[in-house]
């Protein structure tokens, strides 16, 4: 057998635009044929899917997957180049399979699915992003994908116990979660996770905002728009859109069972 070398496999490369993995073994099943392992690339439709690589891929949907103990779950954002490809259902199904997958074995090597997706679609395709959220003990991982699937949010709630867990009451908490996030659009679940660089830029902002002012005046309007920036951008400080009276803090505290939001993902397509 033909010894395939790191230079065989650069050269192939250069010529398919194929991956490196790629041509390697296209470059072994073939005992080093180039020819023939351009024409395998092609079969596969791994040449065809990397030429087209460098398109633009704006378009797209997002698919989750939630394991059946309701412990785990993932979002991913599957590109396309036109909306057409992305509302046709042979698409959509394609991205459902691959949060399954990424669910089952995030490592693993999609290229050749990703390829073959290419081939059927004459468009480029990628995986852009994925999600994975689990929680650890007692708790529910629900999921909200918002018609077109172009929005889309994956959260994990912790409970006291798997009892509390199990109820349709704490259920229904988590989907109206998913459904408010994906609204509301928060930065994070509460004001400690904010980036303090983040945090110094809207001082920043306020301050400027408030300049020729009393200094005891500019420090009262600094802190009351950074009050209004937590209760704007924290999940848990934010007004829960189906009941604009009580927060989402409020919510959870209203609910028996020690409810906490761990986690959440929302993805919206070309972020």
Do not use: W
Not at 124 to 131: D, L, P, S, T
Not at 234 to 241: D, G, M
């Amino acid at each position: 057998m033909a010894e395939i070398t790191a230079n065989d496999v650069a050269t192939l490369r250069a010529k398919t635009g194929a991956g490196l993995i790629d041509c390697k073994r296209a470059l072994t099943e073939t005992q080093g044929d180039f020819d023939a392992a351009i024409d395998l690339l092609r079969k596969k439709g791994v040449a065809t899917a990397a030429k087209k690589a460098g398109r633009e891929a704006d378009e797209g949907v997002i698919a989750q997957c939630v394991a059946e103990d309701g412990l785990s779950g993932v979002l991913v954002e599957v590109n396309c180049e036109t909306d057409f490809v992305a509302k046709n259902e042979e698409f959509q199904g394609f991205a459902a399979k691959m949060a399954a997958l990424l669910l089952a074995s995030p490592d693993a090597d999609f290229e050749e699915m990703r390829a073959s997706q290419v081939a059927k679609t004459g468009e480029n395709i990628k995986i852009a992003r994925f999600e994975h959220l689990t929680v650890e003990a007692a708790g529910v991982v629900q999921s909200y994908v918002h018609t077109g699937a172009k929005v889309a949010v994956l959260l994990a709630l912790s409970s006291d116990s798997d009892e509390v867990a199990s109820r349709e009451e704490t259920k229904q908490i988590a989907k109206d979660l998913c459904m408010h996030i994906a609204a509301a659009n928060p930065l994070c679940v509460s004001r400690e996770e904010v980036a303090p660089d983040l945090i110094l830029k809207e001082t920043e902002i306020a301050k400027a905002q408030a300049e020729g002012k009393p200094p005891h005046a500019i420090e009262k309007i600094v802190g009351g728009k950074l009050e209004k920036f937590y209760a704007t951008n924290c999940l848990l400080e934010q007004s829960f859109v189906k009941n604009p009276d009580l927060t989402i803090s409020g919510l959870l505290e209203a609910c028996e069972g020690g409810l906490k939001v761990n986690r959440f993902a929302r993805f919206q397509i070309g972020e």
